[in-house]
């Protein structure tokens, strides 16, 4: 437990950061919510032929799942980050919204209403005067179910690059780490606690604003403080990204203002949160340039469209991935040819320029436990096949579809396995050691295969292109920014498929965060070269 705290106290810093992400994505989401459903509830009130048109709608979004919903806005909108989420957490919030407004609007006695009708109330005053009021309460139940349930949906935000408490959740699921994963998870529990208590408390204060005496002026006081609760949780949320070193020991941020900004990239697994370190830590410590980093952004497309809309400067990319999954063409296996055909596809296409390769090839390897590799004979990939048919396969969701994965794989070698798993990536480490499956689709340079004693198998058939990572960057920023290319070009071929692996390692098995080991591996093998 001390040690859960002193990793807490260590990223207060971002922690405030996140939070105040969380609450602002969450908040203005509900703001937007209520503006649109309140008005829909009240129409579905009015007009009965409307009504199942209205809750219909709002039913059907929500069945959508989140992960879902929020890849069609990508699609739809071209556009990671904050946009793309609140509009799926405003999609989300307006059925308890709605649904409510409709309840208590429809539940007003109709005694009550012929009572206004008697004493001279036009339509609009009695909606305004009496049906509104009797039907607040309802209606604020849907809008703390909105909240509350906005606040947990909104942890899936950070996939697509929007921040908040689920970018921890993101990078702990990623690395294996328990720590970062709670580090999201708990204080995302206890801003939903907190979000419900506020608008309970609203509750509250509109109950005792109609049964105070007046003149009380404490009464009073403590009311507003009531009803000003939520404004105080989202005035929270201002304060902690507008002021993001509030909480940084007194220390204010050493980056200048004006300086200009490069933003790097990073796909969700712990290979690319290293590269992504090491080249934003290169570019800080060789420029005046304030490096925003922008990692977890999931799979390969959702950093491509990134890159070519503007919304990051630059992120690392394999060889392999950018012909096959990318640009759609076959596979090539000689290594110079594909960087050769990427390269001058993407500069073609997408007014992108690759750089030097790193150095290392991360190709895919079938791998199987090494205990069964060598109870069952087995070697290469054309010797599963007499035992394919009995195999579980865990796949990573990209590998699952891509021609240069399964589908591919299955064509080229003439088998296929008994049951396929799509799995995150570190978890299909842990389900093949765990006997959860019997073969996965690992990483070459991932560390994990030496650590949980797996047999890589070789790829007789040839069937993998060459995965050699390379940095990316928009042709735009390296016309503004010429001396990123001497910059990254100190990396270019230092990293060996070896190295790549203990990197890996080192974060994946010893829990060392990716920029102290991009760091470490900066200062003993390029940092001295320069000096």
């Known amino acids: 437990m001390i040690e859960w705290f002193q990793f807490v106290a260590t990223r207060l810093p971002e922690l405030w950061v996140r939070t105040g992400e969380h609450i602002l994505l969450t908040g203005t989401s509900t703001l937007i919510a209520i503006a649109i459903g309140i008005p829909l509830g009240l129409a579905a009130s009015r007009l009965p032929r409307l009504q199942g048109i209205i ?271 990318v640009l759609k063409r076959e596979v090539i296996s000689n290594p110079n040819e594909a960087y050769r055909i990427v390269s001058e596809a993407y500069a073609k296409q997408f007014d992108l320029t690759w750089l030097s390769p790193f150095g290392f090839n991360n190709t895919y390897a079938i791998t199987l436990r090494e205990t069964d590799a060598q109870r069952w004979g087995i070697k290469s990939i054309s010797e599963l096949k007499s035992r394919a048919s009995e195999l579980r396969a865990g796949w990573t969701s990209e590998f699952s579809e891509r021609p240069d994965g399964y589908p591919g794989l299955r064509e080229h070698y003439g088998f296929k396995f008994a049951t396929v798993r799509d799995l995150d990536t570190a978890l299909m480490y842990e389900a093949l050691v765990q006997e959860e499956v019997d073969v996965i689709c690992a990483f070459a340079t991932d560390g994990r295969i030496a650590a949980y004693h797996l047999q890589p198998l070789e790829d007789d058939l040839q069937f993998f292109p060459p995965y050699f990572a390379a940095p990316i960057i928009s042709a735009a920023t390296l016309d503004k920014h010429p001396e990123l290319e001497k910059i990254l070009d100190l990396v270019a071929g230092k990293i060996s498929s070896e190295t790549m692996q203990r990197l890996n390692s080192q974060v994946d098995r010893d829990k060392r965060s990716p920029a102290e080991v991009a760091r470490e591996f900066l200062q003993s093998n390029i940092l001295p070269s320069i000096q």
């Open 55 to 325: 809750t219909g709608g709002v039913g059907i979004v929500q069945t959508i799942p989140s992960l879902a919903m929020l890849a069609m806005l990508l699609a739809l909108l071209n556009k990671i980050g904050t946009t793309p989420a609140i509009i799926a957490l405003v999609l989300y919030a307006l059925l308890p919204i709605v649904r409510n407004a409709l309840a208590g609007l429809t539940g007003v006695p109709a005694p009550i209403k012929e009572a206004a009708d008697g004493i001279g109330m036009t339509r609009n005053q009695r909606l305004w005067l009496v049906e509104l009021p009797l039907a607040t309460p309802v209606i604020i139940t849907g809008i703390q179910t909105a909240a509350v349930v906005g606040v947990g949906i909104a942890t899936l935000s950070a996939f697509i690059g929007a921040g908040g408490l689920g970018q921890f959740i993101n990078r702990g699921i990623a690395l294996s780490n328990h720590q970062l994963i709670l580090l999201g998870a708990v204080p995302a529990a206890l801003l939903a606690l907190a979000v419900d208590a506020s608008i309970t408390s609203v509750q509250w204060g509109l109950r005792r604003r109609r049964s105070a005496r007046r003149g009380n002026r404490l009464d009073g006081l403590i009311r507003t403080l009531a009803l000003s609760a939520p404004l105080f949780i989202l005035a929270t949320g201002c304060l902690a990204v507008w002021k993001p070193d509030l909480l940084s020991a007194g220390t204010t941020s050493s980056g200048d203002n004006n300086a200009p900004v490069i933003r790097i990239g990073s796909k969700n697994f712990t290979e690319q949160l290293i590269l992504g370190e090491i080249m934003a830590q290169l570019i800080e410590q060789n420029t005046e340039m304030q490096v925003v980093r922008k990692f977890d952004l999931g799979g390969t497309m959702i950093c491509h469209s990134a890159l070519r809309n503007g919304e990051i400067d630059l992120y690392a990319e394999y060889t392999g991935t950018a012909l096959t999954t």
